[in-house]
């Protein structure tokens, strides 16, 4: 079974009106399914909370091709799978990009279970199977006593987000870090092996709600076409087992990043691993791996000083290039007299 916790950084997506309803035996945990704005239908109806989940996209851009669209109310969840399609009689985005969208399946919530588990009803491809809330798991025919034990339970690495909050949040740590990235490949060869200059990761010491990434050159950057400065803005972080998580976004666009650190980052000086995921994920374990397709780097980090510096300056690199031995031009004979 899969049991996951519900994630709550959040962001501004569109709301989808929910068609029908279907009577449930429970409700719900409230911030599921209350929207902490009131948005009404045609008919005066209340929207329901939209979440987004398992969102990829395309070659590291923010052009994501496939997600999973999530609409609650107090008794059913429906999951939407949506893909990136042609715009011939399908949906439109506010990015003017189109999509298809279909109904993956729905939840029903059937009784509440010890520890803030739900017994769920899903219903996919006209067929129930009962499932311990709140993420997939291998079905069951049967309402068993045994669904909601911790045993029994697999923890899903794609989080929900919400979609109704507006705003970033501080970054859970200040100062500058230099790095060395690594590829995700088996042999996990350096990125930018020739460059001697490091790569800095900075999170601003005045402002706190962005972690900036510089790098020496074009080739050193870990971003789609190459940017030697990017800035992404904190939407949230959370702890889990030994692990920080923060959620990052680029200015004016949704939070696709993912930050993973140790909870103790920053208080070794010495060199710390940590990871960069470029979709919305939360991978536990040494490795780092992150599902499917996903695409991340691995970073080698240690802290460069304890100050805030501009490094997007170029005369900050050429007060870091070493010393070079004096050169003396060689000393002319003193002429014969």
């Not at 460059?195 to 050193?220: K, M, Q, T």
């Not at 103790?264 to 919305?280: C, K, N, R």
Request: glycine share 6%; with cysteine.
């Amino acid at each position: 079974m899969e049991c996951g916790a519900f994630t709550l950084p959040l962001l501004l997506l569109l709301h989808f009106v929910v068609e029908c309803d279907s009577k449930g035996y429970c409700s719900f945990p409230s911030y599921l399914w209350q929207p902490l704005f009131v948005d009404t239908n045609s008919d005066g109806s209340v929207k329901p909370r939209h979440w987004i989940s398992k969102s990829e996209y395309y070659k590291n851009t923010n052009k994501w091709r496939k997600q999973k669209d999530i609409v609650a109310s107090n008794t059913t969840i429906w999951i939407h799978h949506k893909i990136h399609a042609s715009c011939d009689g399908y949906h439109q985005s506010s990015d003017d990009r189109c999509y298809k969208k279909t109904v993956e399946y729905k939840l029903i919530c059937v009784s509440e279970a010890a520890g803030g588990k739900f017994r769920i009803q899903q219903e996919v491809d006209g067929r129930d199977k009962k499932r311990c809330i709140l993420v997939s798991a291998v079905p069951k025919e049967e309402n068993e006593d045994t669904l909601c034990l911790d045993r029994a339970l697999q923890r899903d690495e794609w989080p929900w987000i919400a979609a109704d909050i507006l705003g970033v949040q501080p970054c859970p740590f200040t100062g500058g870090f230099d790095f060395t990235a690594f590829e995700q490949t088996q042999r996990k060869n350096r990125i930018c092996a020739d460059e001697w200059r490091p790569s800095r990761l900075e999170s601003e010491c005045v402002e706190g709600e962005a972690i900036s990434f510089y790098s020496p050159s074009e080739d050193c950057s870990l971003f789609y076409d190459r940017p030697t400065n990017v800035k992404l803005q904190c939407w949230g972080h959370w702890e889990e087992e030994s692990y920080l998580f923060i959620l990052m976004g680029e200015k004016s666009h949704l939070p696709r990043f993912v930050l993973r650190l140790s909870k103790d980052f920053g208080v070794s000086s010495g060199a710390e691993t940590v990871y960069l995921y470029f979709s919305l994920v939360m991978p536990l374990g040494g490795h780092g791996n992150a599902p499917g397709t996903v695409q991340y780097n691995e970073l080698r980090v240690q802290r460069s000083g304890g100050f805030s510096i501009d490094f997007s300056h170029p005369q900050i690199w050429s007060h870091l290039l070493p010393l070079q031995p004096e050169h003396k031009p060689p000393r002319t004979p003193s002429p014969l007299v």
